[in-house]
């Protein structure tokens, strides 16, 4: 138990749904950030909020639409997919903006038909 | 572009082995340096953090150096055990402390 729940584990949609990923963490930090781990690729940071505040956006497409409504609770939303869009995504939590390690969630991995 | 390159990309090894993982990153200017392990379907568990000051960290049987100046950091495993089996990541952040950059990882099997 790492502290960081993500859910689903498990999602499979087509390219013209919409779902949410949601990340929530019980460890009292105050940043929390979306990565994407595709295969044979580097894990690569999408978002970071700190406080609330989205600090970090890594060039990520708009129909990746991420929402921090507290510092416990993150969500990822997604519309209109790509096939190249299928990945593992994490999400992680730190005690605030800057200070490590980064605690991690064991990720959803989705599939776009 | 910053980047990190992790040597070799997987490794099997047999049970009791003594064993080193490679990282080596472009960025000259790096705050920490941090080795990760990944268990299949899972996240990322922090294993041991490098403060740019420093040069090592061991935990256990693991033992992570870092050399700035050439750019690298290595992982040892020491008596390495078949529950050692995983990926390892290494990645380091720069200046602005919550920015990880990530190599593709190593990964390790170790057989009974």
């Known amino acids: 138990e790492t502290g960081v729940t993500q859910t689903p584990r498990h999602l499979v949609m087509g390219m013209t749904n919409k779902k949410s990923l949601k990340c929530e963490q019980h460890?009292?930090?105050?940043?929390m950030y979306w990565y994407k781990q595709s295969a044979k690729k580097p894990l690569e940071l999408m978002f970071v909020?700190?406080?609330?505040?989205?600090?970090e956006n890594n060039s990520v497409p708009s129909r990746f639409s991420p929402e921090c409504p507290n510092s416990s609770h993150l969500f990822l939303h997604l519309h209109t997919l790509q096939p190249e869009d299928s990945a593992l995504y994490l999400c992680?939590?730190?005690?605030?903006?800057?200070?490590?390690?980064?605690?991690f969630g064991d990720g959803t991995r989705l599939s776009i038909l | 572009k910053q980047e990190v390159t992790q040597i070799p990309a997987a490794l099997s090894v047999p049970e009791g082995e003594n064993l080193v993982l490679n990282c080596s990153f472009t960025?000259?200017?790096?705050?920490?340096l941090q080795w990760f392990r990944q268990d299949p379907g899972k996240g990322l568990t922090s294993l041991l953090l490098?403060?740019?000051?420093?040069r090592e960290q061991t935990s256990g049987r693991l033992n992570a150096s870092l050399d700035k100046s050439s750019g690298r950091s290595t992982l040892y495993i020491a008596a390495s055990q078949p529950g050692d089996s995983a990926t390892y990541l290494c990645?380091?952040?720069?200046?602005?402390?919550?920015?990880?950059?990530f190599g593709k990882g190593t990964l390790l099997t170790v057989n009974p």
């Open positions: 990645a380091y952040s720069g200046g602005s402390n919550y920015k990880l950059t």
């Open positions: 490098i403060q740019s000051s420093q």
């Open positions: 909020y700190n406080f609330k505040e989205q600090t």
């Open positions: 960025d000259s200017a790096i705050y920490n």
């Open positions: 460890l009292g930090h105050n940043a």
């Open positions: 992680a939590s730190s005690p605030q903006r800057g200070v490590q390690p980064q605690h």
